[in-house]
């Protein structure tokens, strides 16, 4: 069973730039469909990004629309840690960010797919 643990979440400034880390454990990342996802107040929970190479030598990597081209998904198999580099930050982008895992390639943009999940790290973007 694997282990989520986020960090890098912060205040910034709008234009600003943070990145998440994702640190697993118990289980290779390699081994699942890695994501994002964040959840703002009041709002349900919402699919950011996704990287994908289960059974396969090909990575798949998938943005919502409202971070491409700003954000970008990336992760170190060696040291078994996820991250979310984010670039331009708007206030809209103010959530809690977590880390997910599943083992299979499917549904990537439905949280209910997955299996393990991170406590979270906030992301703060004033105005």
């Known amino acids: 069973q694997v282990q989520l643990v986020e960090s890098g979440g912060g205040l910034v400034q709008a234009g600003g730039s943070l990145t998440l880390s994702c640190a697993a454990s118990g289980g290779s990342i390699s081994d699942y469909a890695m994501a994002w996802f964040r959840q703002a107040p009041g709002q349900e929970r919402e699919f950011v990004s996704t990287?994908?190479?289960?059974?396969?030598?090909?990575?798949?990597?998938y943005y919502a629309a409202s971070v491409k081209g700003r954000f970008t998904i990336s992760r170190d198999n060696a040291k078994n840690i996820l991250y979310l580099q984010m670039n331009s930050l708007k206030p809209e982008d103010t959530a809690v960010y977590s880390c997910a895992a599943k083992t299979t390639p499917y549904g990537f943009q439905d949280d209910s797919r997955y299996n393990y999940w991170g406590q979270g790290t906030q992301v703060t973007v004033s105005s």
């Open positions: 990287i994908i190479s289960i059974g396969t030598s090909d990575t798949n990597i």
